[in-house]
C-alpha cells in the first residue's frame, strides 16, 4: 500500500473582494502523492495554481477540509508546529530562486540546517554534497549573481532538499530557464524525488515538462481533475 506524505482532502479557499463578494478559488479539492511520486500541476493564470501549493505547504490558511502530511491533519496545529512542519518536512522552490545574494552557493545550501539547530560544520556539511551532487562542486564558493540561471535553481532545489523533506513544492521552477537548463532542473528534481522518496508537486504551464511526470492533474474553476480527462 503507497504511504502519502501529502494529502488535502475537500479542502476549500475563498478571497474576500470589493463589495464582500467572495472568489472561490478551491472548490473541494482533493490530492494525494505518494512517496517517490512526482506530480505536476497545470491550469490557466489565475486559476489558483499558487494558492494550492502554499495551502500544502502551511503558508496560507484555508476556509474548510483537511490538510495532512504524513498522515498528520495541520488543521489544528498552532503557528509553532506549522513552523516546525515547514521547515523539517517540506521543501519549496520557487520560479525566481531567492538565494541570498551576499551569501555563496554552501552558505544559502547550508542556511535550513542552522534554521534546524545542526552545528555549522554538519551543516556546511551537508550542503557541500548536495551541491556536489548536482554537479555544482567547482562553483559552491560562487555567488548567485556569480551564477546562470540554471546553476542558481540547482542550488534553490538543494536548499530546499537539504533538510530530507517529506513533501517538495515547486511552484514554476524552470520557468525563467531555457529548455536545456529547464530540462536539467527537472531531471534533477525527478532523481531527487525518486532517490529521497519525497512526495514532489510541480504547478508548471510547460505541458512537454508535465507530460514526463507521473500524474499531470489540472486546476480550472476551482476544480483539480486528470488533465486527460478534460
Known sequence: MSKFN???????????????????????VNLSVSQGEL????????????TLLHIAGLLDEFDGGEVLI????????????????????????????????EFTALDNVALPQLASGKEHKQALRA???LLEEVGLSERI?????????????????????VNNPMVLLADEPTGNLDFDASLNVY???????RKLQI????ATHD????????????????????ADAL
Open 6 to 28: 501529502l494529502q488535502l482532502c475537500e479542502v476549500t479557499k475563498s478571497y474576500e473582494m470589493v463589495k464582500s463578494n467572495k472568489i472561490q478559488v478551491l472548490k473541494e
Open 39 to 50: 506530480v505536476s500541476l497545470t491550469g490557466p493564470s489565475g486559476a489558483g495554481k499558487s
Open 70 to 101: 504524513d498522515g498528520l491533519s495541520v488543521r489544528n496545529c498552532s503557528e509553532q508546529e506549522r513552523t516546525f512542519i515547514r521547515r523539517e518536512k517540506i521543501g519549496f522552490v520557487y520560479q525566481f530562486h531567492h538565494l541570498i545574494s
Open 127 to 129: 550542503a557541500r554534497e
Open 141 to 161: 564558493l560562487h555567488r548567485p549573481g556569480e551564477l546562470s540561471g540554471g546553476e542558481q535553481q540547482r542550488v534553490a532545489l538543494c536548499r530546499a532538499l
Open 187 to 193: 531531471s534533477l528534481i525527478e532523481e531527487m524525488t
Open 199 to 202: 512526495s514532489t508537486v510541480v
Open 207 to 226: 505541458l512537454d515538462l508535465a507530460d514526463r511526470m507521473d500524474r499531470t492533474l489540472n486546476l480550472k474553476g476551482g476544480l483539480l481533475s486528470f
